[in-house]
T-cell receptor
Framework: KQEVTQIPAALSVPEGENLVLNCSFT??????LQWFRQDPGKGLTSLLL?????REQTSGRLNASLDKSSGRSTLYIAASQPGDSATYLC???????????FGAGTRLAVHP | GAVVSQHPSRVICKSGTSVKIECRSL??????MFWYRQFPKQSLMLMAT?????????EQGVEKDKFLINHASLTLSTLTVTSAHPEDSSFYIC????????????????FGPGTRLTVL
Protein backbone atom coordinates (compact mmCIF):
# COMPACT_ATOMS: atom_id res chain seq x y z
CA LYS A 1 0.00 0.00 0.00
CA GLN A 2 1.36 3.36 -1.05
CA GLU A 3 1.96 5.79 1.82
CA VAL A 4 3.03 9.39 1.43
CA THR A 5 4.70 11.25 4.28
CA GLN A 6 5.48 14.94 4.47
CA ILE A 7 7.99 16.52 6.81
CA PRO A 8 7.76 18.89 8.57
CA ALA A 9 4.06 19.01 9.40
CA ALA A 10 4.31 22.73 10.09
CA LEU A 11 6.86 25.43 9.48
CA SER A 12 7.04 29.08 10.50
CA VAL A 13 9.77 31.25 9.02
CA PRO A 14 10.60 34.92 8.55
CA GLU A 15 10.20 36.44 5.14
CA GLY A 16 13.12 35.96 2.75
CA GLU A 17 14.24 32.53 3.86
CA ASN A 18 14.82 29.69 1.43
CA LEU A 19 12.75 26.65 2.35
CA VAL A 20 12.81 22.93 1.72
CA LEU A 21 9.70 20.81 2.11
CA ASN A 22 10.09 17.06 2.07
CA CYS A 23 7.89 14.30 0.72
CA SER A 24 8.56 10.57 0.84
CA PHE A 25 6.62 7.64 -0.59
CA THR A 26 6.89 3.94 0.12
CA UNK A 27 6.25 2.47 -3.34
CA UNK A 28 8.59 3.72 -6.05
CA UNK A 29 6.30 2.46 -8.83
CA UNK A 30 4.73 5.84 -9.43
CA UNK A 31 3.63 7.48 -12.65
CA UNK A 32 4.19 11.05 -11.52
CA LEU A 33 4.35 13.26 -8.46
CA GLN A 34 2.62 16.58 -7.95
CA TRP A 35 2.97 19.41 -5.50
CA PHE A 36 -0.14 21.39 -4.64
CA ARG A 37 -0.90 24.47 -2.65
CA GLN A 38 -4.07 24.76 -0.56
CA ASP A 39 -5.21 27.95 1.11
CA PRO A 40 -7.49 27.64 4.17
CA GLY A 41 -10.97 26.49 3.18
CA LYS A 42 -10.08 26.42 -0.49
CA GLY A 43 -9.41 23.87 -3.17
CA LEU A 44 -6.06 22.82 -4.57
CA THR A 45 -3.78 24.68 -6.91
CA SER A 46 -1.29 22.57 -8.82
CA LEU A 47 2.23 23.95 -8.52
CA LEU A 48 4.49 21.44 -10.21
CA LEU A 49 4.12 18.01 -11.79
CA UNK A 50 7.11 15.73 -12.24
CA UNK A 51 6.82 12.70 -14.47
CA UNK A 52 8.52 9.54 -13.21
CA UNK A 53 11.19 9.89 -15.89
CA UNK A 54 12.07 13.43 -14.82
CA ARG A 55 14.35 14.60 -12.04
CA GLU A 56 13.05 18.09 -11.42
CA GLN A 57 10.68 20.85 -12.46
CA THR A 58 10.93 24.57 -11.91
CA SER A 59 8.36 27.35 -11.87
CA GLY A 60 9.44 30.79 -10.74
CA ARG A 61 10.71 30.58 -7.17
CA LEU A 62 9.66 26.96 -6.88
CA ASN A 63 11.79 23.95 -7.70
CA ALA A 64 10.73 20.36 -7.16
CA SER A 65 13.01 17.38 -7.40
CA LEU A 66 12.21 13.70 -7.63
CA ASP A 67 14.35 10.71 -6.69
CA LYS A 68 12.08 7.82 -7.51
CA SER A 69 14.47 5.09 -6.49
CA SER A 70 14.74 6.42 -2.96
CA GLY A 71 11.09 7.45 -2.79
CA ARG A 72 11.72 11.13 -2.15
CA SER A 73 10.77 14.51 -3.46
CA THR A 74 11.61 17.97 -2.23
CA LEU A 75 9.97 21.31 -2.89
CA TYR A 76 12.34 24.20 -2.69
CA ILE A 77 10.91 27.69 -2.20
CA ALA A 78 13.35 30.52 -2.75
CA ALA A 79 13.10 33.89 -1.03
CA SER A 80 9.85 33.10 0.78
CA GLN A 81 7.12 35.73 1.01
CA PRO A 82 4.09 36.12 3.31
CA GLY A 83 1.91 35.27 0.32
CA ASP A 84 3.49 31.81 0.26
CA SER A 85 1.71 30.99 3.52
CA ALA A 86 -0.49 27.97 2.84
CA THR A 87 -0.55 24.20 3.15
CA TYR A 88 1.61 22.38 0.63
CA LEU A 89 0.54 18.90 -0.36
CA CYS A 90 2.45 16.33 -2.30
CA UNK A 91 0.69 13.52 -4.13
CA UNK A 92 1.81 10.54 -6.17
CA UNK A 93 -0.05 8.97 -9.05
CA UNK A 94 0.24 5.23 -9.06
CA UNK A 95 0.50 3.91 -12.58
CA UNK A 96 -2.35 1.76 -13.77
CA UNK A 97 -4.71 2.84 -11.01
CA UNK A 98 -5.05 6.51 -11.84
CA UNK A 99 -5.29 7.35 -8.15
CA UNK A 100 -3.62 10.26 -6.45
CA UNK A 101 -2.33 9.41 -2.99
CA PHE A 102 -1.81 12.51 -0.87
CA GLY A 103 0.47 13.30 2.00
CA ALA A 104 -0.88 15.10 5.06
CA GLY A 105 0.74 18.34 4.00
CA THR A 106 3.13 20.92 5.40
CA ARG A 107 1.49 24.05 6.86
CA LEU A 108 3.74 26.96 6.04
CA ALA A 109 3.57 30.37 7.68
CA VAL A 110 5.86 33.12 6.40
CA HIS A 111 5.80 36.18 8.62
CA PRO A 112 6.96 39.68 7.66
CA GLY B 1 -6.69 26.77 -18.51
CA ALA B 2 -8.83 23.87 -17.32
CA VAL B 3 -11.41 24.95 -14.76
CA VAL B 4 -13.51 22.78 -12.47
CA SER B 5 -16.39 24.25 -10.53
CA GLN B 6 -18.34 22.94 -7.57
CA HIS B 7 -21.76 23.89 -6.34
CA PRO B 8 -22.63 24.74 -3.68
CA SER B 9 -19.49 26.08 -2.08
CA ARG B 10 -21.00 25.77 1.35
CA VAL B 11 -24.06 23.96 2.69
CA ILE B 12 -25.57 23.52 6.12
CA CYS B 13 -28.25 20.91 6.59
CA LYS B 14 -30.14 19.08 9.28
CA SER B 15 -29.28 15.54 10.25
CA GLY B 16 -31.18 13.00 8.18
CA THR B 17 -31.48 15.10 5.03
CA SER B 18 -29.73 14.47 1.72
CA VAL B 19 -27.36 16.88 0.07
CA LYS B 20 -26.29 16.95 -3.56
CA ILE B 21 -22.94 18.42 -4.64
CA GLU B 22 -22.20 19.15 -8.29
CA CYS B 23 -18.82 19.04 -9.98
CA ARG B 24 -18.46 20.49 -13.46
CA SER B 25 -15.60 20.71 -15.92
CA LEU B 26 -16.15 24.06 -17.57
CA UNK B 27 -13.93 24.03 -20.63
CA UNK B 28 -13.01 20.41 -21.19
CA UNK B 29 -14.57 16.99 -21.23
CA UNK B 30 -13.89 14.59 -18.41
CA UNK B 31 -14.69 10.91 -18.70
CA UNK B 32 -13.24 10.45 -15.24
CA MET B 33 -13.85 12.52 -12.14
CA PHE B 34 -12.75 11.90 -8.58
CA TRP B 35 -14.36 12.70 -5.24
CA TYR B 36 -12.24 13.40 -2.17
CA ARG B 37 -13.03 14.16 1.44
CA GLN B 38 -10.86 16.23 3.71
CA PHE B 39 -11.26 16.51 7.47
CA PRO B 40 -9.76 19.50 9.31
CA LYS B 41 -5.97 19.56 9.22
CA GLN B 42 -5.89 16.25 7.41
CA SER B 43 -5.08 15.36 3.85
CA LEU B 44 -7.40 14.50 1.01
CA MET B 45 -8.75 10.98 1.01
CA LEU B 46 -10.06 9.54 -2.23
CA MET B 47 -13.66 8.41 -1.83
CA ALA B 48 -14.55 7.22 -5.30
CA THR B 49 -13.73 7.38 -8.97
CA UNK B 50 -16.59 8.48 -11.18
CA UNK B 51 -16.68 7.24 -14.76
CA UNK B 52 -19.02 8.74 -17.32
CA UNK B 53 -21.76 6.32 -18.25
CA UNK B 54 -20.84 3.64 -15.76
CA UNK B 55 -20.93 2.91 -12.06
CA UNK B 56 -18.50 4.64 -9.76
CA UNK B 57 -15.67 2.76 -8.12
CA UNK B 58 -15.59 3.27 -4.38
CA GLU B 59 -12.56 3.08 -2.12
CA GLN B 60 -12.47 0.63 0.71
CA GLY B 61 -14.52 1.79 3.67
CA VAL B 62 -16.70 4.22 1.70
CA GLU B 63 -20.38 3.31 1.76
CA LYS B 64 -21.72 3.37 -1.78
CA ASP B 65 -25.32 3.54 -0.61
CA LYS B 66 -24.59 6.60 1.48
CA PHE B 67 -22.48 8.49 -1.03
CA LEU B 68 -24.30 8.23 -4.35
CA ILE B 69 -22.33 9.27 -7.40
CA ASN B 70 -23.78 10.00 -10.81
CA HIS B 71 -21.66 10.90 -13.84
CA ALA B 72 -24.30 11.31 -16.52
CA SER B 73 -22.39 13.60 -18.86
CA LEU B 74 -18.82 14.37 -19.86
CA THR B 75 -18.86 17.60 -17.87
CA LEU B 76 -20.90 16.82 -14.78
CA SER B 77 -20.60 14.48 -11.82
CA THR B 78 -22.75 14.68 -8.72
CA LEU B 79 -22.19 13.38 -5.21
CA THR B 80 -25.26 12.93 -3.03
CA VAL B 81 -24.75 12.43 0.68
CA THR B 82 -27.87 10.55 1.76
CA SER B 83 -29.28 10.75 5.28
CA ALA B 84 -26.44 12.99 6.36
CA HIS B 85 -25.20 12.89 9.93
CA PRO B 86 -22.85 15.21 11.82
CA GLU B 87 -19.93 12.85 11.22
CA ASP B 88 -20.37 13.48 7.49
CA SER B 89 -19.45 17.12 8.02
CA SER B 90 -16.34 17.65 5.96
CA PHE B 91 -14.79 19.41 3.01
CA TYR B 92 -15.62 17.60 -0.23
CA ILE B 93 -13.41 18.22 -3.26
CA CYS B 94 -13.78 16.90 -6.77
CA UNK B 95 -11.24 16.66 -9.54
CA UNK B 96 -11.46 15.87 -13.24
CA UNK B 97 -9.14 14.48 -15.86
CA UNK B 98 -9.06 16.13 -19.26
CA UNK B 99 -10.11 13.38 -21.68
CA UNK B 100 -8.87 15.32 -24.67
CA UNK B 101 -5.37 15.98 -23.39
CA UNK B 102 -2.29 14.14 -24.59
CA UNK B 103 1.03 13.11 -23.19
CA UNK B 104 1.69 13.97 -19.58
CA UNK B 105 -1.33 16.24 -19.39
CA UNK B 106 -3.62 13.22 -19.73
CA UNK B 107 -2.83 12.31 -16.16
CA UNK B 108 -3.31 15.75 -14.73
CA UNK B 109 -6.25 16.18 -12.40
CA UNK B 110 -7.85 19.59 -12.15
CA PHE B 111 -9.41 20.31 -8.79
CA GLY B 112 -12.57 22.13 -7.90
CA PRO B 113 -12.73 24.73 -5.11
CA GLY B 114 -14.41 22.37 -2.68
CA THR B 115 -17.74 22.22 -0.83
CA ARG B 116 -17.94 22.70 2.91
CA LEU B 117 -20.71 20.47 4.32
CA THR B 118 -21.93 21.04 7.85
CA VAL B 119 -24.55 18.68 9.24
CA LEU B 120 -26.32 19.90 12.35
Amino acid sequence: KQEVTQIPAALSVPEGENLVLNCSFTDSAIYNLQWFRQDPGKGLTSLLLIQSSQREQTSGRLNASLDKSSGRSTLYIAASQPGDSATYLCAVLKGGYNKLIFGAGTRLAVHP
Amino acid sequence: GAVVSQHPSRVICKSGTSVKIECRSLDFQATTMFWYRQFPKQSLMLMATSNEGSKATYEQGVEKDKFLINHASLTLSTLTVTSAHPEDSSFYICSARDSGASGGLLDTQYFGPGTRLTVL
